[in-house]
């Protein structure tokens, strides 16, 4: 891997790190009460937001790595998650959780009309650890 890669894969890292900052602050601020959340467009649309970017983040790294290691470009992206599964770069439970979050965040960009206030919270206050242990297992393959 060149410097210039390793450098553009670190740099998404360092934004992914921004992210789940403010995604923390957020879930710790609104943690006890799910009905102020929802009817806060404050709450809602940070969380909204910085989810999108953070699950971006992630497509965006798996998608370099997927270039970098030259294999074969899925066209979907849990296709892409599945690929990074079979070549051992992340583990299955992994892979099984980002599917999902994969799938949210088509919800998101694509369906905003139609989010659920209450399943955005729901991510908000549980899944942060998935982009987090992401980070974990990426970063272990940057490192070798």
């Known amino acids: ?3 210039i890669i390793k450098k553009k894969f670190f740099d998404k890292i360092q934004n992914l790190d921004e992210y789940i900052k403010y995604l923390e ?50 066209e979907e992206n849990q296709e892409a998650i599945s690929l990074l599964f079979e070549k051992k770069i992340i583990s299955k439970k992994l892979a099984s959780r980002l599917d999902g979050i994969v799938g949210f965040r088509n919800i998101l960009v694509h369906e905003y009309g139609k989010i659920d206030k209450e399943k955005v919270y729901d991510y908000l206050q549980e899944r942060i650890v998935d982009l987090k242990d992401f980070k ?7 490192k070798k």
């Not at 009460?33 to 992630?58: C, M, P, W």
């Not at 974990?136 to 940057?142: A, F, M």
């Open 1 to 3: 891997m060149t410097k």
């Open 136 to 142: 974990k297992e990426i970063l272990k393959l940057l």
């Open 25 to 74: 602050a957020l879930a710790k601020e609104t943690k006890k009460n799910k009905v102020a959340f929802v009817s806060d467009f404050h709450f809602f649309g940070l969380a909204e937001r910085y989810l999108q970017l953070s699950i971006q983040t992630i497509i965006d790294l798996v998608q370099m790595i997927i270039i970098e290691e030259k294999f074969e470009r899925p």
